[in-house]
């Protein structure tokens, strides 16, 4: 269940209200060589083989998630250590070169809007979650980064998606 709130601020990041910052960010760039495994828009920043977190399969139903559509997300991984409290998120989500939310939040206050709990626990785990998105989401081409560290600063995984939404 941990994984949820990295793959939710991956996938549904454009539905969240937030203040936009109109200004500043790095453009974030897709490398094809660190497609995450199974049929989904995600790729790692990096090369993830020193990430605390080993994402080793997601799947989203529909693929690409739709405006007003219920959006299956399923993911299996393993966390090579417990994570403690203190980490961060850092998300972005840019509609074009706009800059929409661009926000570091801290990861157990952020987990615990899904009912999770810190620490996150050392192990495998999956997880199986529907997310309902808002049919009022502007068509266009989202890119959505969502980095996740400890508070040392050490990479727990890094997420980044382009979506695409049509009306």
Not at 10 to 38: H, N, R, Y
Not at 65 to 84: H, M, N, R, T, Y
Request: negative net charge.
């Amino acid at each position: 269940m941990q994984l949820t709130t990295v793959l939710l601020a991956a996938l549904s990041a454009v539905s969240v209200s937030a203040t936009p910052s109109w200004m500043g960010g790095d453009q974030v760039t897709i490398q094809e060589e660190f497609k995450v495994p199974g049929d989904n828009p995600l790729y790692f920043c990096s090369d993830p083989k020193d990430d605390i977190l080993k994402i080793e399969k997601v799947d989203l139903d529909p693929n690409p998630p739709k405006p007003g559509q219920k959006l299956s997300i399923k993911a299996k991984g393993d966390f090579k250590e417990k994570v403690e409290k203190g980490f961060k998120m850092h998300l972005q989500v840019k509609y074009g070169l706009i800059t929409l939310i661009n926000q570091q939040a801290d990861g157990c206050d952020t987990i615990g809007k899904a009912d999770l709990e810190c620490p996150l626990e050392k192990g495998e785990m999956s997880m199986t979650k529907d997310v309902d998105l808002p049919k009022e989401i502007p068509p266009g081409t989202y890119t959505v980064l969502a980095d996740v560290t400890t508070e040392d600063g050490d990479r727990i995984t890094c997420l980044t998606a382009k979506i695409a939404f049509y009306r």
